[in-house]
Nanobody, 124 residues
């Protein structure tokens, strides 16, 4: 049974930092592309960042480029999202997701597995 468990969310002031973690089990983690998405109240789930396992490429939404960093530790079956310079508009539930095969990293429909999400709230 595949499980993705996010942690590290919380309340932070604007300009602050958080590091989200996503621990995976039940899959060959090193052979999965990993992504982070977020969903704010009343909005659709949107792409944030992704890591492609084949060549270690990383991708970011324009809104977070230069502020967020995705990384992974295959020995720990964990993917991270380091978030710096947080803004009020970053407030959302953040989800990690895993995909394999053909990879359109920005498309939530290609991800096979999802975590339950972790809340990030940025106060202005």
């Amino acid at each position: 049974q595949v499980q993705l468990v996010e942690s590290g969310g919380g309340l932070v002031q604007a300009g602050g930092s958080l590091r989200l973690s996503c621990a995976a089990s039940g899959l060959t983690f090193s052979m999965y592309h990993m992504g982070w998405f977020r969903q704010a109240p009343g909005k659709e789930r949107e792409f944030v960042a992704a890591h492609r396992w084949i060549d270690n490429s990383t991708y970011y939404a324009d809104s977070v480029k230069g502020r967020f960093t995705i990384s992974r530790d295959n020995a720990k079956n964990t993917v991270y999202l380091q978030m710096n310079g947080l803004k009020a508009e970053d407030t959302a539930v953040y989800y990690c997701a895993a995909a394999t095969g053909s990879y359109r990293y920005y498309d939530r429909n290609v991800y096979h597995y999802w975590g339950q999400g972790t809340q990030v709230t940025v106060s202005s």
